[in-house]
């Protein structure tokens, strides 16, 4: 059994920063592309970044140059640094996992295994 726990969300003012994270473990962290999803109320779950097992990284348009995904395959987490915070980034964010290889990752498809969520709240 696969299992991710993510943490560090919580309410914060827009401009502000909060940085997520998001522990694996039943199975070798190092060998899993990693990504971070998000759903606001009433929307679709959307990609906001990934990181391969190769360490490359890949970010939606709507968080570039203010979002930044790392790993830490001794700790077997995922991080997501979140900057420069808008009140359009209020959601429940998810981080996912899979072994499989896509060429983008950025589909929730791609992802075989789910964490059960943190709420990230920016207030104007």
């Known amino acids: 059994q696969v299992h991710l726990v993510e943490s560090g969300g919580g309410l914060v003012q827009a401009g502000g920063s909060l940085k997520l994270s998001c522990v694996v473990s039943g199975r070798t962290f190092r060998s899993f592309n990693m990504g971070w999803f998000r759903q606001a109320p009433g929307k679709e779950r959307e990609f906001v970044a990934k990181i391969g097992s190769g360490f490359s990284t890949d970010y939606a348009d709507s968080v570039k140059g203010r979002f930044s995904i790392s790993r830490d395959n001794v700790k077997n987490t995922v991080y997501l640094q979140m900057n420069s915070l808008k009140p359009e980034d209020t959601a429940v964010y998810y981080c996912?996992?899979?072994?499989?290889?896509?060429?983008?990752?950025?589909?929730?498809?791609?992802?075989?295994?789910w964490g059960q969520g943190t709420q990230v709240t920016v207030s104007s």
């Open positions: 996912a996992a899979t072994a499989r290889y896509f060429s983008d990752l950025q589909r929730r498809p791609d992802y075989d295994y």
